[in-house]
Nanobody
Framework: QVQLVESGGGLVQAGGSLRLSCAAS????????MGWFRQAPGKEREFVAA????????YYTDSVKGRFTVSRDNAKNTVYLQMNSLKPEDTAVYYC???????????????WGQGTQVTVSS
C-alpha cells in the first residue's frame, strides 16, 4: 500500500504560481512513477504530468508544457508540481497518483491521494 497526501492548493490570481506537494508513505516510493491529474467541475479527470522513478524523465499534457514542472525527491518521498503562469482554465482538484510504469491513463495508476483544490481567478 502507498498512502498519498497532497498539499499546496489554494486561490491564486491569473498569472500567479503555486507549488503542489504530494507526500508518500508505505511501500518504496522510488519504485513508482508519480503522476498528477486534475478534474474540473463537470469535466472528466485528465492527465497533467508525470515523472519517472528516478526523476530523469518527465511527461506533460500539451496545455501545461512550459508552465508546469514536475519533480520528485526520493529522499523525502515527495513529488512536486510547480505551476507558473496559471490560467483560470487550470482551476480543478489536483490529484497525485502512483503507478508501476508511466502512463497518461489514470486507469493504470494504483494509488491516489485525496486531492487538493486549485482555483485561479481572472
Amino acid at each position: 500500500q502507498v498512502q498519498l497526501v497532497e498539499s499546496g492548493g489554494g486561490l491564486v490570481q491569473a498569472g500567479g504560481s503555486l507549488r503542489l506537494s504530494c507526500a508518500a508513505s508505505g511501500r518504496t516510493f522510488s519504485a513508482y512513477v508519480m503522476g498528477w491529474f486534475r478534474q474540473a467541475p463537470g469535466k472528466e479527470r485528465e492527465f497533467v504530468a508525470a515523472v519517472s522513478w528516478g526523476g530523469g524523465t518527465t511527461y506533460y499534457t500539451d496545455s501545461v508544457k512550459g508552465r508546469f514542472t514536475v519533480s520528485r525527491d526520493n529522499a523525502k518521498n515527495t513529488v512536486y508540481l510547480q505551476m507558473n503562469s496559471l490560467k483560470p482554465e487550470d482551476t480543478a482538484v489536483y490529484y497525485c497518483a502512483a503507478a508501476r510504469k508511466a502512463s497518461y491513463s489514470g486507469s493504470l495508476y494504483d494509488y491516489w491521494g485525496q486531492g487538493t483544490q486549485v482555483t485561479v481567478s481572472s
